[in-house]
């Protein structure tokens, strides 16, 4: 952490600066974490999010507009676009997963993304129950998917482990067995908040 005070000396910028850029939302708001002392409230930040981001701005400000800077620190997850390296970035997903269906040379977007988010949190149930899952798909599937009541169920089928996807309810046959349902809108909102704590530090 550090403090507001050393942050100004260090960056070399006014306490005007850094407010202003607060308010025009350049600077999160949650960044600027108060607390109590002997002198009254002290201003604290995590020094690893606040001095790049502060870096940043000050490289686009000449060149740039606000609203245009706004949109390159924080871009709308819709309109990025994922290679397998900026997925590795994000360390949230498996590596098998990503070997299996993640083409080297090919870009994703961010339904296809959530897909592998929610293969891979499964991961860990797949092997409380089966020495390998089954299942059949390609991320391109997914490009245009609407997770509104979509859900992804772990089956067990014949002692054999399946993964299948389904919207409201799932109708199973009688071999079929249903371990574990993931909500995949749920899914969807956790990786998006992983992706904005990573773009903080970009």
């Known amino acids: ?43 604290f930040f995590d020094e690893d999010l606040i001095i790049p981001r502060i870096q940043k701005i000050l490289d686009l400000k000449d060149e740039f507009s ?72 390609t991320l391109s599937e997914f490009k245009n998917f609407d997770f509104t009541n979509a859900k992804m169920a772990l089956i067990s089928k014949k002692r054999e482990g399946y993964i299948l996807f389904f919207n409201d309810s799932l109708i199973a046959s009688d071999s079929e067995l249903e371990i574990k349902h993931y909500n995949l809108s749920d899914l969807q909102q956790e990786l998006l908040e992983i992706i904005r704590k990573l773009s903080y530090r970009n």
């Open 1 to 43: 952490m550090i403090s507001k005070k050393d942050l100004l000396i260090k960056t070399n910028i006014s306490y005007g600066q850094l407010y202003r850029w607060k308010r025009q939302g350049l600077i999160p708001e949650e960044w600027f974490v108060k607390t109590s002392s002997i002198t009254g409230q002290v201003t």
């Open 66 to 137: 606000i609203d245009e800077i706004k949109q390159i620190l924080n871009p709308s997850p819709s309109e990025i676009t994922f290679s397998l390296s900026k997925l590795n970035k994000l360390q949230c997903f498996d590596g098998r997963i990503l070997k299996k269906l993640v083409d080297h040379e090919t870009d994703l977007n961010i339904n296809e993304v959530v897909i592998l988010y929610a293969l891979s949190k499964a991961r860990k149930d797949i092997e409380k129950h089966f020495y390998k899952i089954k299942f059949d798909i």
